[in-house]
C-alpha cells in the first residue's frame, strides 16, 4: 500500500486521501456508515491492512489557530469490541497487518511493563503501535500521522 497519498480501506471500498475535508469524508462515504463524534473527528467500522477488521477514527486538523478548514492528518485504529479481543489478542493482530502492509518496524522498544512500542517511519508518514498502562490495566493505541 503506498500510504504517501492517502488510506484504502477493503470494506467498504473507498480511498481516503490525505489533506481532505471533513465535508469530502462524507461524500467517499456516501451510502457507507460514517459517525461524526465531534465536528472534526469522525469514526466508521471498516476492513483494511491485508483483511483487519477494526474502528477507524479520522481526526482533521486545522491550521492556524482554526482559521483554516480541517483537513486529515491523522487516522487511529482499534479493535472493536475490543473487551472480545482483548489487549494480547488484539496487540498481536495489528502488528501482523502492520509487517505484511508496511514491513519490520523502523524502531521497536519494550517500556517499563515490557509492552512493545513499534515505530513505522516512512516517507511522510509515521505509524506508532504502542501498549501502556492505563487506570490499571494495558490500553493499546494505533495511529497514523500524516506529517
Known amino acids: 500500500m503506498d500510504i504517501s497519498t492517502g488510506f484504502q480501506i477493503e470494506q467498504p471500498r ?5 489533506g481532505c475535508s471533513p465535508s469530502e469524508l462524507r461524500r467517499l462515504f456516501a451510502g457507507h456508515s460514517l459517525e461524526r463524534i465531534v465536528p ?3 469514526l466508521t467500522s471498516c476492513t483494511s491492512l491485508g483483511g483487519l477488521s477494526h474502528r477507524l477514527r479520522f481526526d482533521f486538523h486545522r491550521h492556524l489557530w482554526g482559521l ?15 473487551l472480545e479481543t482483548g489487549v494480547v489478542a488484539s496487540f498481536e493482530a495489528f502488528p501482523k497487518h502492520l509487517r505484511a502492509t508496511f514491513g519490520k518496524p523502523s524502531t521497536t522498544i519494550l517500556d517499563a511493563n515490557d509492552y512493545p ?3 513505522w517511519a ?3 508518514i509515521v505509524i506508532s503501535h504502542v501498549v501502556f498502562q492505563n487506570h490499571g490495566g494495558p490500553e493499546e493505541l494505533l495511529k ?4
Open 40 to 42: 472534526d473527528m469522525f
Open 14 to 18: 473507498v480511498f481516503i486521501p490525505w
Open 117 to 119: 512500542s513499534d515505530t
Open 68 to 82: 483554516f478548514m480541517p483537513r486529515l492528518r491523522e487516522l487511529h485504529l482499534s479493535h472493536h469490541p475490543y
Open 144 to 147: 497514523i500521522t500524516k506529517l
Open 122 to 124: 516512512l516517507p511522510g
